[in-house]
């Protein structure tokens, strides 16, 4: 009987930071416990208060008897359970250091928690900003190589619009030049000097062919195309004149139309059109002259040099 009765005697509590037991239930039902009251036993992990384990709630008082606590000082001491059969006794300082370790345990995970917070707070805005940023940078980019290009294409019409306006300059005054030398000749000839004079031929030695000549003002001209009315290439007329005879400029070409007016007509045929040795000042391209009307006339032949035409010299 005593030996069943020394097995049921499993629990321990803690009076006073001490650990007293082990106790059977019918012992701790004889006790006055306080809820506050600290128990164990085999197989649990750690101290429980009173009021946590249900067997012992209506065991439970408010203050625990002193003759109790000395009575379970004394049995402690009689003890034969080992040291390292019991868990271990509970001190106010480990309470106190398991407590503090919770706070702080629990602070640094709030403090964690705000912290993720206030980043994602944050984060997104500046991440929003920092793309307003790149794309506004990008624009200013785009608009800057936008005006750098239009700056350039107003560049090359201005230069464009300055060398047009050069030429057109040139010309008018290469044509005034001519007029004016024109009316000066005009006003010194005579009347006989007007019209025409007896023929001149000039022989061409290189094949004895003869050539009717007229001067007209200070430019003595051939009356008749060259090699018999022969087409040439453009390549081919630059050199085609006799020595000391070359091919016309068009500033020759056009003081001649000037001189003959609607009258050229008796000495060029309105079937042929001739070369000249190049355009009007720095134009490009060949100009060719022929009659129309009774005058003669020019236009610009700029792509095609290997066309056929006649040639007029001029002597030099």
């Known amino acids: 009987m005593d030996e069943e009765r020394e ?26 416990l ?24 209506k065991l439970l008082s408010k203050e625990l008897p002193s003759e109790e606590i000395e009575g379970g000082a004394k049995r402690q001491s009689e003890s034969t359970i080992s040291e390292s059969e019991a868990y271990p006794q509970v001190s106010k300082r480990q309470k ?8 702080y345990e629990t602070r640094a995970i709030i403090t964690l928690i705000v912290v993720l917070m206030v980043t994602i707070f944050f984060a997104h805005p500046i991440a929003l900003k920092q793309q307003k940023e790149a794309k506004f940078a990008a624009m200013i980019a785009q608009k800057e190589r936008e005006f750098r290009e239009e700056r350039g294409r107003r560049e090359r019409m201005r230069q464009e619009l300055a060398d047009s306006l050069l030429r057109a300059e040139a010309e008018e005054r290469d044509r005034k030049k001519v007029l004016q030398d024109s009316l000066a000749r005009a006003r010194t000839r005579t009347q006989a000097g007007q019209t025409s004079s007896r023929g001149q031929f ?55 139309s000037l001189i003959l007016g609607d009258g050229a007509g008796r ?50």
Not at 8 to 31: A, C, H, M, T
Not at 96 to 103: F, G, P, Y
Not at 273 to 282: A, F, R, T, V, Y
Not at 284 to 303: M, T
Request: glycine share 8%; proline share 4%; with cysteine.
């Open 267 to 316: 000495f060029f045929d309105s079937r042929n059109s001739w070369w000249c040795s190049g355009g009007w000042e720095n134009r490009e391209g060949i100009d060719i002259w022929y009659l129309s009307g009774g005058s003669l006339v020019n236009y610009s032949s700029s792509s095609n040099k290997s066309a056929v035409y006649a040639v007029r010299c001029v002597k030099d």
């Open 96 to 103: 106190w250091i398991h407590d503090e370790s919770l706070k």
């Open 34 to 57: 306080c809820k506050n009251a600290l128990m164990w036993k085999r197989g649990m992990v750690s101290w429980l208060r009173a009021d946590d384990v249900p067997d012992f709630k």
């Open 202 to 256: 000039f022989t061409d030695p290189r094949d004895g062919r003869m050539y009717k000549i007229k001067q007209f003002e200070s430019k003595t001209w051939f009356l008749e195309n060259l090699g018999g009315g022969k087409g040439y290439t453009w390549p081919e007329a630059v050199n085609a004149c006799p020595k000391g005879w070359h091919l016309p400029a068009n500033r020759e070409w056009r003081s001649l």
């Open 7 to 32: 097995e049921q005697k499993i629990w321990y509590i803690s009076v006073n930071n001490q650990k007293d037991g082990p106790f059977s239930i019918e012992e701790l039902s004889k006790r006055r």
